[in-house]
C-alpha cells in the first residue's frame, strides 16, 4: 500500500494506460484532438507575448540593484509559464467538459465490470453539456477570485516573489479539483461536499495533484494527459471511496 501522497502517481500512470487502451481509445479521441488546437493557438501566442510580459511583471530596479534582474528574472519566467499553464488548461476543460465527463462514465464502466449509466447515444452527450457547463462555471467561480488575488499579489514589488510558490500549491490543489469534479458530478456528488471529500483525503489529492500537474507542464505531453487525468481521476474516486468492485485486472 503506497503512502497516500504517493498514490497519485500511480492513479495518473494507471489513468494513462486506461485511456490507451481499444475499449477506450474512441472516446478520448475527440477531446484530444480539440486540446490539441487549443494548446497550439495559444502556445503561438504566448510565445509572441512572453517577452512584454516578463517585462510588465519584472519590478523597475535602481542602478546600483540592477544586477538583481539576473536573479529575479528566473523567477518571473516560471510565474508566467504558470498563468500560462493555467489559462490553457482552464480553457481546454471547460471546451472539453462534456466529452471528459462522458470519458469519466466509461472508465468507471470498465473498472466496475458493469454498466449503471444509461445507454450512449449523442443526444446523451448533448444533454450532458449544460450540466457540464453549469460544473465548470461553478469551478469558475471558486477559480477566479483566488487567482485574482494571486493575480494583484504579483504585481505588488517584493512581495510577489511569494506569487510563483503560491501559484504552484494553488495549481496543485485546482488539478485535483478540476479533475476529481469529473466523477463526482456523474454521481451527482454536491459541489461542497466534493471539496469537503477532497480535504479529508488531503494527502492522496495533493499527490493526484501534484503529478497532473507536473505532467501538465510538459509541452505535447500534456494534451495526452489530460484524458489521461480524467482516467486517473475516476481511479482515485472509485478506490478511495472504498469501492471493493474496482476489477482486479485494473490493480
Known amino acids: 500500500m503506497p503512502a497516500p501522497v504517493l498514490s497519485g502517481p500511480q492513479y495518473l500512470r494507471e489513468g494513462l494506460k486506461l ?14 484532438a480539440i486540446n490539441l488546437i487549443l494548446f ?10 512572453f517577452n512584454s510580459w516578463i517585462t510588465a511583471f519584472m519590478p523597475d530596479l535602481p542602478e546600483w540593484l540592477s544586477f538583481l534582474s539576473y536573479l529575479l528574472w528566473p523567477l518571473f519566467f ?7 499553464f493555467f489559462t490553457f488548461t482552464m480553457l481546454a476543460n471547460i471546451i472539453a467538459a462534456p466529452f471528459n465527463g462522458f470519458l469519466a462514465e466509461k472508465v468507471e464502466v470498465v473498472l466496475r465490470g458493469e454498466d449503471n449509466f444509461p445507454a450512449f447515444h449523442w443526444s446523451e452527450l448533448v444533454a450532458m453539456v449544460p450540466r457540464t457547463l453549469g460544473r465548470e462555471l461553478r469551478k469558475l467561480g471558486y477559480f477566479l477570485p483566488r487567482v485574482i488575488a494571486l493575480l494583484i499579489l504579483s504585481f505588488i514589488p517584493v512581495v510577489n516573489l511569494l506569487a510563483a510558490p503560491l501559484w504552484l500549491l494553488f495549481g496543485v490543489w485546482m488539478m485535483c479539483v478540476q479533475y476529481i469534479d469529473y466523477p463526482a458530478d456523474n454521481h451527482k456528488l454536491g459541489w461542497n461536499e466534493m471539496l469537503a471529500w477532497l480535504r479529508e ?6 499527490g493526484f495533484g501534484g503529478s497532473v500537474y507536473l505532467a501538465l507542464l510538459i509541452p505535447g505531453v500534456n494534451v495526452l494527459m489530460m484524458p489521461a487525468a480524467v482516467a486517473g481521476a475516476t481511479l482515485f474516486w472509485v478506490r478511495e471511496r472504498g469501492d471493493s468492485a474496482v476489477t482486479a485486472a485494473q490493480r
Open 201 to 206: 483525503k488531503r494527502w492522496q489529492s495533493l
Open 78 to 84: 516560471v510565474l508566467v509559464l504558470l498563468m500560462v
Open 40 to 49: 497550439v493557438v495559444l502556445i503561438g501566442f504566448a510565445v509572441q507575448q
Open 19 to 32: 485511456v490507451l487502451s481499444p475499449g477506450l481509445r474512441l472516446f478520448v479521441l475527440l477531446p484530444l
